[in-house]
């Protein structure tokens, strides 16, 4: 599912974050969500920026507290709690002062960004997330955003499938639930003998 160009590609950042940055399980296993730093700027780093900033620890840590109610948003719509989704949503858009502004930095021709252009880099993409979510929440496909169903995995997605039946974070999760499906037909089958 494409919400537009923008959105699609910072939930998707949403997604990548707050799942480096939140503890829970991911793929069956206790995931403590420490030290993601190299993969966190890899994944956050602008696409054509020459002179990206230089993330610090600081940053990092101040972007998990967002991640963390970022995530929220996540568990309330998979759980059927729009209203409470949005609600999260606005108080994050209030808090790090969201608001459509027009840059043309480092040679690139004009785009739309959602935080001021010397607004730290944790609220920058928390503000982004949040203007992305909040796309999301008003569009009638918002029950694309989820949790994943397999066992000891908590990791959240958005469902870009053209059928929207997504219901596992990775293709790993999923295996690991058809596998575990397909080992207990077999027992139940050799037990029947």
């Not at 990548?16 to 190299?38: K, Q, S, V």
């Not at 972007?63 to 729009?82: C, H, K, Q, T």
């Not at 870009?160 to 639930?177: D, E, L």
Request: some cysteine; charged content about 25%; aromatic content about 6%.
């Amino acid at each position: 599912m494409n919400f537009d160009s923008y959105a699609s590609d910072v939930v998707l950042a949403a997604v990548g974050a707050i799942n480096l940055l939140t503890p829970g399980h991911a793929l069956g296993r206790e995931y403590p969500a420490e030290n993601p730093g190299d993969e966190l700027r890899k994944l956050l780093r602008p696409r054509r920026a020459k002179n990206a900033p230089e993330v610090s620890e600081k940053d990092v840590e101040r972007l998990r507290e967002y991640a963390i109610r970022l995530r929220e948003v996540f568990v309330a719509v998979d759980s059927g709690r729009i209203d409470d989704a949005c609600d999260q949503t606005n108080a994050l858009l209030r808090e790090t002062h969201a608001a459509p502004v027009l840059s043309g930095h480092d040679g690139e021709p004009w785009h739309l960004h959602f935080h001021a252009p010397d607004t730290g880099w944790a609220r920058s993409w928390a503000a982004s997330m949040a203007t992305a979510l909040a796309v999301v929440l008003g569009n009638p496909m918002y029950d694309r955003l989820g949790v994943c169903t397999a066992p000891a995995c908590d990791r959240v997605f958005v469902d870009t499938s053209r059928n929207g039946t997504r219901r596992f974070c990775s293709t790993p999760c999923q295996n690991r639930v058809k596998a575990a499906a397909f080992r207990a037909r077999r027992r139940v089958g050799l037990s029947t003998r």
